[in-house]
């Protein structure tokens, strides 16, 4: 639920619904199903009628997606395969298979358009032995599905995630991917997740992050 000043703001709101969905949503206990088990309590059918179609066009883009990017490509037998690995089998290049896993400091997400200042950042952070930052193109083995990979690295792998955000970012596969791997692992966002802003911004800031103080 929502406090009672919460509520007082909503209530002065240009479009109130949409607040209250934006804060929500931003929730670590927010999710697609309890979304409609309130709707179903308050007895908005006609609003779960219009949802349905909607969500079931979303997963049937995702399981497409899903399968898309963990089909091994054609090949000759000779050429290693590239399906998708097992837990067991080594994710980034320092790993393991028979060991323990390869652990870091801080997961970086960003996009192509930002390496300049995300190359020159890594080198800061990275200037004493005892920090280690995940970077994707960097540190993880090609073959598997980014998307679990992703999720699975930032939950059980990293003890933070820093996520440089600008306005390239917003429209990027690389923020699809963050909002995704969040949502299947909310505990995530229970961890110090650091938003970092390096110039200028014309796109409201991302709702998931919007609670969290940023580094600007």
Same mark, same amino acid.
């Not at 963050?178 to 802003?197: D, E, H, M, Q, Y």
């Given at each position: 639920?929502f406090?009672?000043?919460? &509520?007082?703001?909503?209530?002065s709101?240009?479009? /109130? ?9 931003a929730?670590?206990? $927010? ?9 179903t309590?308050?007895?908005r ?5 219009? @949802?349905?179609?909607?969500?079931? *066009? ?7 997606k899903?399968?898309?990017?963990? *089909?091994p490509?054609?090949?000759?037998p +000779?050429?290693?395969?590239?399906v998708p690995? !097992? /837990?067991?089998? %080594? @994710?980034t ?6 060991? $323990?896993? +390869?652990?870091?400091? %801080?997961? &970086? ?15 800061? @952070?990275?200037?004493? +032995?005892?920090?280690?930052l ?17 999720? *699975? ?15 390239e970012?917003?429209d990027?596969?690389?923020c699809?991917?963050?909002?995704? $791997?969040? !949502?299947?692992? /909310?505990? %995530? ?15 409201p800031f991302?709702? &998931?992050l919007?609670? @969290?103080?940023?580094?600007?």
């Amino acid at each position: 639920g929502f406090t009672y000043l919460e &509520i007082k703001n909503y209530d002065s709101s240009e479009n /109130p619904t949409k607040k209250v969905l934006e804060n929500w949503q931003a929730r670590s206990t $927010a999710t697609v199903g309890k979304l409609l088990s309130i709707l179903t309590k308050v007895e908005r059918n006609d609003i779960l009628e219009d @949802l349905r179609p909607l969500i079931d *066009e979303d997963v049937r883009k995702y399981c497409e997606k899903l399968k898309k990017t963990s *089909e091994p490509p054609v090949q000759v037998p +000779e050429v290693d395969s590239c399906v998708p690995r !097992s /837990p067991e089998c %080594a @994710l980034t290049r320092e790993d393991d298979p028979e060991g $323990a896993p +390869e652990l870091f400091d %801080a997961f &970086i997400c960003y996009c192509q358009s930002d390496f300049v200042f995300v190359h020159e950042m890594i080198q800061q @952070l990275e200037q004493t +032995e005892y920090r280690l930052l995940c970077v994707f193109d960097r540190d993880v083995l090609p073959g598997s599905c980014v998307w679990t990979i992703t999720s *699975e690295l930032i939950e059980k792998r990293c003890k933070r995630m820093v996520v440089v955000i600008s306005d390239e970012y917003l429209d990027s596969e690389e923020c699809d991917q963050t909002k995704f $791997a969040l !949502s299947l692992c /909310p505990g %995530a966002r229970n961890k110090r997740l650091i938003p970092v802003v390096y110039k200028s911004m014309s796109k409201p800031f991302p709702s &998931i992050l919007r609670f @969290l103080t940023k580094c600007d």
